[in-house]
């Protein structure tokens, strides 16, 4: 039976790709900390452990998923303390360098991006410990993720102000051209590069471009409302502020023909909101 080890997956997508790898026939081995989730399907091991204090996992791996990896000090411990066959990090498109060139590819360089703060430094820094390591890895590159038990704020944020009819504040001109992928693609997509012990880069992103200011408008399609849309100039660009809206008016578009040409598919962008909305959202926002 194939083996292999989630680091992290507690919550929204960690979940959706035990199912996947379950499906399959995988022996699942979580490790983390136990704070978000301790309960797991029967067939699934659960090693409660802090990675920055070092893995607890002596068995030798088919694949590793890494979906909490922010620091390249992260991603290089786990490289040097664990034996597998293929090691699978969970990064982000928000990893590449801003850029007025769109859309995006695995060839983009990666680099600063002021938007994403930080979080684009860690990413850069766990993409490079990669590269460097000399060991088989894949990297997935999801852009915005959105899914059921998002606990992210963004649907729930959007749907919630739609159906209570209040204002809904887009930054700058909401004529940003972003992408979304669905959270069940990204799962399903981690399983096919584990089944298929796929290395390399690969973005994962829907097919659809949409702005700001349609995101809203089809939401409140779905949600059957009438939606009262006002723009905040001052909040253009990296000055945006998330608690008045849950996506930067900045251009966020990647190519996703490398990774379906090994197997991922996605599903339209209006047919998962609505189903998510129907499934989720209607009755917990």
Known sequence: ??????????????????????????????????????????????????????????DHYDIVIDMCAYTGAQTERALQELSFDLFIHLGT???????????????????????WGAYNTGKVQCENALKKSGKPYASLRPVYILGKKNYIPRESFIYSLLKQGRPITIPGNGEACVQFVSADAVAATLALLAETKQEGVFNCAGDDYITLKGLVQEMAIIAGTEPFIRFNADADGDR???????????????????????????????TFLRHDYETYYKNNT
Not at 31 to 55: C, E, K, L, T
Not at 104 to 114: A, K, N, Q, V
Not at 250 to 255: I, P, Y
């Open 1 to 58: 039976m194939k083996k292999a080890l989630i680091i992290g997956g507690s919550r929204f997508v960690g979940p959706l790709v035990m199912a996947e790898l379950l499906k399959k026939n995988w022996d699942i081995t979580v490790f983390n900390r136990g704070q978000a989730s301790s309960s797991y399907p029967p067939p699934v091991r659960h090693i409660v452990g802090d990675r920055n204090r070092g893995f607890a996992c002596l």
């Open 93 to 115: 498109a928000a990893a590449y360098q801003k850029s007025e060139t769109f859309p995006l590819t695995e060839y983009s360089p990666l680099g600063p991006w002021p938007l």
């Open 240 to 270: 945006f502020r998330q608690e008045e809206f849950p996506f930067a008016n900045e251009n966020f578009t990647c190519s996703n023909e490398k990774v379906k040409s090994v197997g991922a598919s996605f599903m339209p962008l209006r």
